[in-house]
């Protein structure tokens, strides 16, 4: 299943979640393929709480993409990224190694 953590439905996915809770829920009861993720989400959490979250739960999927278009924010996430073990060779798609 492909899940998408965005307020924005510009990545073809499986499942949008919106908001952190409904995103954490999903990655804890689903088998996750791949997890396309903006910063910006509805709630009080953010697309970095969330990945840093489901790194701590081991619930991330191998495969994430950064949809974030702020270049600010997509360096946040890719940090978050890069810190759990993941890498990248473009800087939007990251595999754990």
Known sequence: MRLAISKHGFYHADVYCRDSDYAK???RENAISIVAVDYF?????????VISWAI???????FVVITEKDRTKRMVLMSALMDGGYCSPDGTTFMKH
């Open 25 to 27: 829920k999903m990655l």
């Open 41 to 49: 989400i509805d709630g009080r959490e953010n697309g970095q709480n």
């Open 56 to 62: 701590k739960k081991n619930v991330l999927p191998q």
